[in-house]
């Protein structure tokens, strides 16, 4: 009862940060939401497998993460590129 709880809490608090990254004024607004809505998703999966005892969801939980840390830093070099070349001209 109580994680069915938690889990329509994180996704009503998901659909808060969907929310603030569309209104969200720069692109490193919209990165730290992105992020933070991995981190999210990721719990959400944790959750959903801990009220349905299938514990091997985990993993896909924490290869869920492992792509999402290497997104973020991908996409913030790109950004940090993006702005140095706009930078030189």
């Given at each position: 009862m109580f994680l069915n709880v938690v889990l329509w809490l994180l996704m009503?608090?998901?659909a808060l940060s969907f929310l603030r990254g569309?209104?969200?004024?720069?692109?490193w607004d919209r990165l730290l939401?992105?992020?933070l809505?991995?981190?999210?998703?990721?719990?959400i999966v944790i959750v959903y497998a801990t009220?349905?005892?299938?514990?091997a969801i985990?993993?896909?939980a924490l290869i869920y993460a492992?792509?999402?840390?290497?997104?973020t830093i991908f996409l913030a070099l790109f950004l940090l590129d993006h702005k140095r070349r706009g930078e030189e001209k």
């Amino acid at each position: 009862m109580f994680l069915n709880v938690v889990l329509w809490l994180l996704m009503a608090l998901m659909a808060l940060s969907f929310l603030r990254g569309v209104m969200g004024p720069t692109l490193w607004d919209r990165l730290l939401v992105m992020n933070l809505m991995t981190v999210k998703g990721m719990l959400i999966v944790i959750v959903y497998a801990t009220v349905n005892d299938n514990l091997a969801i985990i993993d896909v939980a924490l290869i869920y993460a492992l792509f999402s840390f290497i997104a973020t830093i991908f996409l913030a070099l790109f950004l940090l590129d993006h702005k140095r070349r706009g930078e030189e001209k």
